[in-house]
């Protein structure tokens, strides 16, 4: 996949258990779907690390109608309310990867989408949670955007007169 056909970052789970590993992930992918590959480009694991999956120069297979525009970053674990739990280890990796992404790419932080949130060949949103009902996706466009356009320092301060302290009339040399 050619670097400038990036238009989006897509989220998902993996809706099987937090304590699959990659590799589970990738044999459900090759043996028992017959790709070629894990389908997603990176997964987060509950200790927020974050593990390669396709390498992100090939198409992924996430997302029907997405796939040849998007890289994909999969939660591994059910994150729906009641399910597994949504750590802050890796939602602080999910928004630095996602930011990272999105400078490589120059995807715009409303371009990160959930899985939920695309449309299938139909042109009807789809009927899934993923990434999960406990991943709040405005929540962290609006982190990657704090990552992506931080806010201008205010550098500006008024001195009292009774902080300012005079300077020496002689200088040293």
């Known amino acids: 996949m050619d670097p400038s056909d990036v238009q989006a970052i897509v989220v ?7 304590s699959a590993s990659v590799e589970d992930i990738r044999r459900l992918h090759v043996e028992g779907r017959g790709w070629s590959d894990i389908g997603y480009h990176w997964l987060i694991d509950a200790n927020g690390v974050v593990h390669a999956g396709r390498d992100e120069a090939r198409v992924g297979a996430h997302a029907i109608g997405f796939n040849h525009r998007s890289i994909a970053v999969c939660l591994i674990g059910h994150y729906d309310e ?21 400078r490589r790419y120059g995807v715009d932080s409303q371009d990160i989408v959930g899985h939920r949130e695309t449309y299938d ?7 899934k949670t993923c990434p999960g009902t406990a991943v709040n996706m405005a929540r962290l466009r609006g982190a990657v955007e704090q990552r992506l356009n931080p806010p201008p320092l205010d550098v500006s301060w008024t001195l009292t007169e009774s902080e300012c302290v005079p300077r020496s009339e002689s200088v040293p040399e």
């Open 82 to 102: 009641g399910r597994d739990l949504l750590t802050d280890a890796m939602w602080e990796a999910l928004v630095d990867l996602c930011t990272s992404l999105a």
């Open 12 to 18: 998902h789970c993996s809706a099987g258990a937090s």
């Open 121 to 127: 060949r139909r042109g009807e949103r789809r009927l």
